[in-house]
């Protein structure tokens, strides 16, 4: 069975500082994982995907198989990145399931 | 730019009544998806439909829940009757393909459901 671990419901920093969204997760095959953000008011989008080794709005999340972790990164944290995050991930079988965590309310303060 | 579209957007009922959501997916989007997301946790997929068929709905409770997709495209999720324990957040989402492949899910608003 997949799994999704997000540690920390609450995660609140200051505006500049580091961000580190935990994620770990448990799947037996080769896993495809996710982070979706949810700003107020507006819908679940999708925010990177670790396929793409992609940057975007300045965060980036590495895909660490050893320790099962999807942790999402961000050095300067801005007011506008408050939002609920959750990281999910995809299994490779026929139907294209979606796992989520139980998501990460990141508060940036002034 | 399109979206997924999803009504109501709340509905308050009385426990043992039927309630039913609909929505409709992108245009062209193959995959549709009916998840339900409990206040605190992440979305939980209930069913899953390429095209008109579904390819996954182990998580549906089958005995009250049901849901089609007729043609193809928009899709009616119902519960009959409903209990206190599924008011929820129940979304749509829908993608280009689904099986086996890797494409992104669009989420709709999603409807709120009440059962007092």
């Known amino acids: 069975a997949q799994r999704v671990t997000q540690p920390e419901k609450l995660l609140s920093v200051f505006k500049g500082a580091p961000v580190e969204l935990k994620c770990n997760y448990s799947y037996s095959g080769s896993p495809e994982l996710f982070w979706y953000v949810q700003y107020s008011r507006q819908r679940l989008q999708l925010l990177l995907r670790h396929i793409s080794r992609e940057s975007i709005k300045g965060f980036t999340a590495d895909l660490n198989k050893g320790e099962t972790s999807f942790h999402l990164k961000k050095p300067f944290a801005q007011e506008e990145d408050s939002a609920m995050y959750y990281c999910a991930l995809q299994n490779t079988g026929t139907a294209s399931k979606l796992t989520f965590g139980t998501g990460t309310r990141l508060q940036v303060t002034l | 730019e399109a979206e997924v579209a999803q009504s109501p957007r709340y509905k308050i009922t009385e426990k043992s009544q039927a309630v039913a959501f609909w929505c409709d997916p992108i245009?062209?989007?193959?995959?549709l998806y009916w998840y339900r997301q409990i206040l605190g946790q992440g979305p939980e997929l209930l069913v899953q439909?390429?095209?008109?068929?579904?390819?996954?709905d182990s998580q549906l409770p089958k005995d009250r829940f049901s849901a089609e997709r007729l043609k193809g495209v928009d899709s009616t999720l119902k519960i009959q009757p409903a209990e206190l324990g599924d008011s929820a957040m129940y979304l749509c989402a829908s993608s280009l393909v689904g099986a086996g492949g890797h494409n992104e899910q669009f989420f709709g608003p999603g409807t709120r459901l009440t059962v007092l």
């Open positions: 439909f390429q095209d008109e068929s579904v390819v996954d």
């Open positions: 245009s062209g989007h193959a995959t």
